[in-house]
Structures are given as structure tokens and as C-alpha cells.
């Protein structure tokens, strides 16, 4: 898993397994978060976002998980493919600023066919 | 549709010398971001311009580092006198809004000899 201020952390999976990567956040008041998936030479891509007044949230084989009371997030991937092998960060938006981005240093993700 | 452009990809220039990053972000975007990624690093948050607001500057590492937005639209990165510690990946994201999903572009990697 990720959390914040960490060196990076690697998972390694075979393809059609689901992949979980967590993430620990610092800031309580923290009311936004998002997931971004960066592979070697591009910028981020968003994957999911989910608000703090929901605990989950579904999208295309990607599902958000958000404990508020443990302060930790946690990003599902089903059927992991090899085009899911990437460095995946959390971001959360701290401070009540309603748009500074604070980021973890992200996890790799490498998927065996 | 078109995404966030950056430009140039690459730059590689000595030490002292002052550079500029460009960034186009999505049209109708009001909110404009850059970022900064070192090697293996998570993305570290540098300004942020939003309409026609004073940008918010707090994370700027020193007074070499300046940003411009013309016109509500693109946007200048600029170092001066750059040192080898300014090597690394700059990242433009724009958003629709504040707290609204940033959308990032490639980035310019910028080494700094």
C-alpha cells in the first residue's frame, strides 16, 4: 500500500487477478479525493474521484473505497490487465482549499500476463 | 476532444540559463494548475490561477519561479537562472471549476545540466 511521505511501493499481480492499492491520507478535513493513473512518459490520467459524503464508488472495473475513520482509501481493479500496469496515485484535497491537490508518491503496479 | 498541451516536451538547458514551459489548457477551463514530479516522486503543487483571481503562488519553491495566464487562457512557466535541482517533470492540469476534476497534460521534462 501508499501512504504519503513513503517510498514508492510496488504490486504485483497476473492478469485477470483484481488488484487492490491502498492509500492512507493525513488530513481529516480533507473532503475530496481522487485517483490518477500515470504510465512511463505521460502525465496523469483520471481513473475516479469519490466525495467524502459517500464510502464507495463504482466506475468501468475500477471501484473507490473511502474510511474516513481510519483515514484510508483504497483503489479496486478487476480482471487487471497488462494496460493497467502504471504508477497510481491518490490525491486528496486538503485544507478545505477546494483545489490544491496534495499527492502521494504513488504505486507501481505491474501486471504478468 | 483536445486535452491539455504542453510545450516543449523536452528541454535541456544549462545551469543559469531561464526557461520557459507553455501550457494550453482545455477550452472553457477556468482553473489552471501547475505541478512539479521529480524522479519517483509524487506531483508537488506549484500555482494555480483561477478566472480572473490573483493566482495563488504558496507553492512556488523560490523567487526564480514565475507564472503567467494570459487572457484566461494559456499559461507561461517561467525559471530563471535555473540550477540542477530544478530538473524534473512540470505538469499543467486544468479543471472546469474549483474542486472539479483536473485533467492533466504530458508534461515537459526539463534537465537542467
Known amino acids: 500500500g501508499e501512504s504519503v511521505g513513503l517510498h514508492l511501493p510496488t504490486l504485483s499481480v497476473q492478469e485477470g487477478d483484481n488488484s487492490i492499492i491502498n492509500c492512507a491520507y493525513s488530513?481529516?478535513?480533507?473532503?475530496?479525493f481522487i485517483w490518477y493513473k500515470q504510465e512511463s512518459g505521460k502525465g496523469p490520467q483520471f481513473i475516479i474521484d469519490i466525495r467524502s459524503n459517500m464510502d464507495k464508488r463504482q466506475g468501468q472495473r475500477v471501484t473507490v473505497l473511502l474510511n474516513k475513520t481510519v483515514k484510508h482509501l483504497s483503489l479496486q481493479i478487476a480482471a487487471t490487465q497488462p494496460g493497467d500496469s502504471a504508477v497510481y496515485f491518490c490525491?486528496?484535497?486538503?485544507?478545505?482549499?477546494?483545489?490544491?491537490?496534495?499527492f502521494g508518491k504513488g504505486t507501481l503496479l505491474t501486471v504478468n500476463p | 476532444g483536445a486535452g491539455v498541451s504542453q510545450s516543449p516536451s523536452n528541454k535541456v538547458t544549462e545551469k543559469g540559463k531561464d526557461v520557459e514551459l507553455r501550457c494550453d489548457p482545455i477550452s472553457g477551463h477556468t482553473a489552471l494548475y501547475w505541478y512539479r514530479q521529480s524522479l519517483g516522486q509524487g506531483l508537488e503543487f506549484l500555482i494555480y490561477f483561477q478566472g480572473n483571481s490573483a493566482p495563488d503562488k504558496s507553492g512556488l519553491p523560490s523567487d526564480r519561479f514565475s507564472a503567467e495566464r494570459t487572457g484566461g487562457s494559456v499559461s507561461t512557466l517561467t525559471i530563471q537562472r535555473t540550477q540542477q535541482e530544478d530538473s524534473a517533470v512540470y505538469l499543467c492540469?486544468?479543471?472546469?471549476?474549483?474542486?472539479?476534476?483536473?485533467?492533466f497534460g504530458p508534461g515537459t521534462r526539463l534537465l537542467v545540466l
Open positions: 492540469a486544468s479543471s472546469r471549476g474549483v474542486q472539479e476534476t483536473q485533467y
Open positions: 490525491a486528496e484535497d486538503s485544507g478545505g482549499s477546494n483545489y490544491k491537490l496534495t
Open positions: 488530513n481529516s478535513a480533507s473532503d475530496y
